[in-house]
């Protein structure tokens, strides 16, 4: 298998190294492996999706509940 950095998924995926960091450190990334203080990602792998609310609804219950 075929790994890539955090420097070449940054490149590739478009998005800051410091978030497929914390990705990897989540268990986001299948098939990460940490050797040492490095993280090898594999290269055939896909960008993940964005796992943020963009509807503006808050999965927490409502801002307003307390009233």
Same mark, same amino acid.
């Given at each position: 298998m075929e790994?890539? =950095?955090i420097q070449d998924a940054s490149e590739k995926w478009g998005i800051s190294s410091r978030r497929i960091q914390v990705l990897?450190?989540?268990g986001r990334l299948q @098939?990460?492996?940490k050797f040492g203080r490095q993280w090898a990602i594999p290269a055939d792998l896909d960008k993940p999706a964005d796992a943020r609310v963009? =509807? @503006?609804k808050y999965r927490k219950g409502d801002l307003n509940d307390g009233q």
């Open positions: 790994y890539m =950095t990897c450190s989540e @098939g990460a492996v963009k =509807t @503006g």
